[in-house]
């Protein structure tokens, strides 16, 4: 059983966001800016892309409403809604679950930095496209 299931269980101790029927939120232990939060689906699903899209958008909708709460009560000037898949990406459960990291100035501790490659971006729709 992975982690997230054995924190869905009762089995391991968390601190609770949001909880309901199909859903659980808790304060992740590594917290990159305070009020960081991961929201999961009860049922284990390895990444989003293997949920059925209509338990995906309940997800979605939990994590929106989960935000907005982050966003007033800890009084956050934005946030950062993050899914890693696989481990590539930077999953380090195989529990599908969203990242919600509060915002609070540019010093927070987390910084996101995109960088311009050389990808031809005709060959690169290309590649999308195909069946």
Same mark, same amino acid.
């Given at each position: 059983?992975?982690?997230?299931?054995?924190?869905?269980?009762? @089995?391991?101790?968390? #601190?609770?966001?949001?909880?309901?029927?199909? /859903?659980?939120? *808790?304060?992740?232990? =590594?917290?990159?800016?305070?009020?960081?939060?991961?929201?999961?689906?009860?049922?284990?699903?390895?990444?989003?892309?293997?949920?059925?899209?209509?338990?995906?958008?309940?997800?979605?909708?939990?994590?929106?409403?989960?935000?907005?709460?982050?966003?007033? @009560?800890?009084?956050? #000037?934005?946030?950062?809604?993050?899914?890693? /898949?696989?481990? *590539?990406?930077?999953? =380090?459960?195989?529990?599908?679950?969203?990242?919600?990291?509060?915002?609070?100035?540019?010093?927070?501790?987390?910084?996101?930095?995109?960088?311009?490659?050389?990808?031809?971006?005709?060959?690169?729709?290309?590649?999308?496209?195909?069946?």
């Amino acid at each position: 059983m992975c982690v997230f299931c054995e924190i869905i269980a009762g @089995n391991i101790p968390s #601190k609770k966001v949001y909880e309901d029927d199909e /859903t659980l939120a *808790i304060l992740d232990i =590594s917290q990159t800016t305070k009020g960081h939060t991961l929201v999961m689906p009860k049922k284990h699903y390895d990444n989003f892309l293997e949920m059925p899209s209509d338990e995906y958008g309940k997800l979605m909708e939990k994590t929106q409403s989960v935000a907005k709460k982050l966003m007033k @009560n800890l009084e956050a #000037k934005g946030c950062n809604i993050l899914i890693n /898949t696989n481990e *590539i990406a930077g999953q =380090s459960v195989m529990h599908t679950h969203v990242h919600i990291i509060p915002r609070y100035d540019v010093s927070d501790t987390i910084k996101f930095i995109f960088t311009e490659n050389e990808s031809d971006l005709d060959k690169v729709l290309q590649q999308i496209s195909q069946d």
